[in-house]
């Protein structure tokens, strides 16, 4: 009877493998018997992983461990990503196929498959934005049919979180430094500067939004915190005389989280400020960055007396006293993330995997220094790409900068200044090295935080 039952299954699956072939011979399909047999019985299968009945879809999963193709992997592993009930015998089929065992963390699985480079299965990118709607209706409003030459479709995945859920903040309401009282000296903000005009955006309220699209004097940009990599970025989003604004797509990609812009609904990397899909000429398109600096509130209004604030009454009703459900500032220092509903959380698991560094990229190479480490040299003086350049640690005031150096080698002699191996003085300013015996400056340099396997997925090559 158990051979009846197993072969009984197994004509309902080759029923609807014939019915697809046979959709695809009257469409004109020039491929061979034996391929089309193989591929067609792979698409059927993974069609039938989004299938609502629990019972088609779970034979359908133990079907792909049994007949061991590893095109099968990426579509298994995007099941387990969004949290599917069957994850345990999502388990066994992966590691029947790969001989390999990462429980059930799709993390691992993800990175695992991203270093091997395998093949997906013919028509993924249907299944992938199924998959994708199914978990959330609005991500229907994406398109994934032009992408950026890098782009891996494979490293695209549910947050956990549906489209929107952080709001951005759009045209921020800014105050003055004497209006504050929402903020402890301790507390930490990120800065922008611009000339002589400077704002502060308190991270307790960007925890919330992770995304703020404001002005600074003429200059619009974009400015966002990801929970996953733990990245801090400011982009200027003027392009080709329009300004580009940008929202919480509640999809993440390769450790980041994927912002769209509210303009065209085009997917970008957030941490990068790459645009992952969009019309030829604008996917692979990069925004330029811009300085932010994370520091705390009581160090940034002592350097910046006139600095605006973003105000506490954003318009949303928030508690931005409380904890996000985005960033656990707390819990961060665990090394057991729980998983609570079965329910992805990136934020969490990408923690307690890996450290933070302190990211540079500089004509074509690749740098990461583990935030521990600054902290207590304060200062490198390094090359990177042909390019002479200083990382700075400031104590106090927690922040790090990275300036052009040329032939100059830096020492600290202050939180904010420094010496040359002339014994000249060097003022830190949020967008220069600034000499004090001459008109001499250095330029500041664009770096970032992050986890380093974030800064990895992006930067496979990264000393």
């Given at each position: 009877m158990k051979t009846l039952h197993f072969n009984f299954k197994r004509l309902l699956v080759l029923f609807v493998l014939i019915s697809v072939a046979l959709l695809d011979i009257f469409r004109g399909s020039a491929y061979s018997q034996e391929q089309l047999t193989a591929d067609q019985y792979l698409r059927a299968l993974a069609g039938n992983l989004t299938h609502p009945n629990k019972r088609i879809k779970e034979e359908a999963v133990k079907?792909?461990?049994r007949i061991h193709d590893a095109k099968a992997i990426p579509v298994l592993i995007d099941?387990?990503?969004?949290?599917?009930?069957?994850?345990?015998?999502?388990?066994?089929?992966l590691k029947a196929i790969s001989k390999k065992d990462f429980g059930e963390n799709w993390l691992d699985w993800?990175?695992?498959?991203?270093?091997?480079?395998?093949?997906?299965?013919?028509?993924?990118?249907?299944?992938?934005?199924?998959?994708?709607?199914?978990?959330?209706?609005?991500?229907?409003?994406?398109?994934?049919?032009?992408?950026?030459?890098?782009?891996?479709?494979?490293?695209?995945?549910?947050?956990?979180?549906?489209?929107?859920?952080?709001?951005?903040?759009?045209?921020?309401?800014?105050?003055?430094?004497?209006?504050?009282?929402?903020?402890?000296?301790?507390?930490?903000?990120?800065?922008?500067?611009?000339?002589?005009k400077a704002q502060a955006y308190p991270e307790k309220i960007l925890d919330w939004h992770l995304i703020v699209n404001g002005t600074i004097g003429l200059k619009s940009f974009a400015l966002i915190t990801c929970p996953y990599s733990k990245?801090?970025?400011?982009?200027?989003?003027?392009?080709?005389?329009?300004?580009?604004?940008?929202?919480?797509s509640g999809l993440a990609y390769q450790n980041t989280f994927v912002m769209y812009d509210h303009q065209t609904g085009n997917l970008w990397n957030a941490a990068r400020g790459q645009a992952l899909t969009g019309k030829?000429?604008?996917?692979?398109?990069?925004?330029?960055?811009?300085?932010?600096?994370?520091?705390?509130?009581?160090a940034w209004k002592n350097r910046h007396p006139e600095t605006f604030v973003l105000d506490i009454n954003t318009g949303y009703s928030k508690d931005y006293e409380k904890t996000s459900p985005f960033f656990d500032r707390e819990e961060e220092l665990q090394t057991d993330p729980p998983s609570?509903?079965?329910?992805?959380?990136?934020?969490?698991?990408?923690?307690?995997?890996?450290?933070?560094?302190?990211?540079?990229?500089?004509?074509?190479?690749?740098?990461a220094y583990p935030i521990k480490e600054?902290?207590?040299?304060?200062?490198?003086?390094?090359?990177?790409?042909?390019?002479?350049?200083?990382?700075?640690?400031?104590?106090?005031?927690?922040?790090?900068?990275?300036?052009?150096?040329?032939?100059?080698?830096?020492?600290?002699?202050?939180?904010?200044?420094?010496?040359?191996?002339?014994?000249?003085?060097?003022?830190?300013?949020?967008?220069?090295?600034?000499?004090?015996?001459?008109?001499?400056?250095?330029?500041?340099?664009?770096?970032?935080?992050?986890?380093?396997t974030a800064w990895l997925a992006w930067f496979p090559e990264s000393e």
């Open positions: 079907e792909l461990g099941l387990l990503a969004t949290g599917d009930s069957l994850s345990g015998e999502i388990v066994q089929s993800s990175e695992w498959a991203r270093s091997l480079d395998i093949e997906p299965l013919a028509e993924y990118e249907t299944f992938k934005k199924e998959l994708l709607i199914k978990a959330d209706p609005a991500f229907a409003a994406f398109s994934l049919e032009e992408k950026a030459k890098d782009f891996r479709l494979q490293d695209l995945f549910w947050s956990g979180e549906p489209k929107d859920a952080a709001p951005a903040i759009n045209s921020p309401a800014m105050i003055e430094k004497r209006k504050v009282t929402f903020l402890k000296d301790e507390d930490v903000i990120y800065g922008i500067a611009e000339g002589d990245t801090v970025n400011a982009y200027a989003t003027e392009r080709q005389s329009k300004v580009t604004t940008f929202g919480f030829p000429g604008v996917a692979g398109e990069m925004l330029t960055p811009l300085n932010v600096t994370k520091m705390t509130w009581k609570e509903n079965n329910k992805p959380d990136l934020a969490k698991e990408n923690f307690a995997r890996n450290p933070l560094v302190y990211g540079i990229y500089l004509n074509g190479r690749a740098k600054l902290q207590e040299k304060g200062i490198v003086n390094d090359a990177l790409g042909g390019v002479n350049f200083v990382l700075l640690y400031t104590g106090e005031a927690e922040a790090v900068y990275a300036f052009l150096r040329d032939a100059h080698v830096f020492r600290h002699v202050g939180e904010f200044a420094l010496k040359d191996q002339q014994n000249n003085f060097w003022e830190i300013q949020e967008s220069e090295l600034k000499s004090s015996s001459s008109d001499e400056t250095l330029k500041r340099i664009p770096g970032q935080p992050a986890l380093l």
